[in-house]
């Protein structure tokens, strides 16, 4: 028998992505525990959902820190009070140092919205339409010290439609996000994750993106 994970999730507002993930963890019983969700913002909606789940929740403020090393350097030491096997940024609104990822190298994971390397940063959607694709969508990777980055562990594409706004598209990139997000995580969980030359296999798995 396989270990049981403990994940550690950051998120900074809503949690949506926190909240696809543990669902689909208790639906289809990973064999993994949710060990604790962090917030750096003590007014983010998705600690109650944590709580009312009976998830420990802990909140670092990183506006009350100095600096960028020195918030780092204290969400690493309320992360590891779990011990986590598996780091999970789920709309967690903080670049990181170089320290802090090396710590978490190969076991941090992050969401961003877009067909990353396309538009990295912020405000993704508003990239998307100024650019005029016609596809866009939402990356999981690994996090490395360069922003948006990293090896590419799954992504989805969504259609960019004639009337979309930033609000529809980014509606549409988050149903699919909910769907990618807890997959790339189980595979995880499952051991299925291999991170090759700085490319990411995914063992016996087909289908490399969620819509194809
Ligand atoms: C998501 O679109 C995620 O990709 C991005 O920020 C949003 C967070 O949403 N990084 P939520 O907090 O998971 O609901």
């Known amino acids: 028998m396989r270990a049981m994970k403990k994940i550690v999730i950051l998120i900074s507002g809503r949690g949506s992505n926190m909240q696809a993930i543990v669902r689909a963890a208790q639906a289809e019983q990973w064999p993994c525990r949710i060990a604790a969700v962090i917030s750096n913002r003590a007014d983010a909606e998705g600690l109650r959902f944590a709580a009312e789940h009976g998830i420990p929740t802990d ?79 939402a990356t999981v990777h690994f996090v490395t010290a360069e922003l948006d980055h990293g090896p590419i562990v799954a992504q989805a594409a969504v259609p960019v439609l004639p009337d979309d706004d930033e609000h529809t598209l980014a509606d549409r990139v988050l149903v ?31 289908a490399q993106a969620a819509n194809t």
């Open 176 to 206: 699919q996000e909910h769907i990618l997000y807890p997959r790339a995580v189980r595979w995880f969980v499952e051991d299925r994750l291999k991170i090759e030359n700085g490319l990411v296999r995914v063992l016996d798995d087909r």
């Open 59 to 137: 909140v670092v403020v990183s506006k009350e820190f100095p600096s960028r090393e020195v918030f780092d350097a204290a969400l690493r030491t309320a992360i590891d009070r779990f011990s986590p096997d598996l780091v999970v940024l789920a709309g967690f609104m903080r670049i990181l140092t170089p320290p802090f990822v090396e710590h978490y190298s190969g076991r941090l994971l992050n969401i961003h919205p877009s067909l990353l390397p396309s538009f990295p940063g912020l405000a993704t959607h508003r990239q998307a339409l100024d650019a005029g694709v016609k596809v866009h969508g």
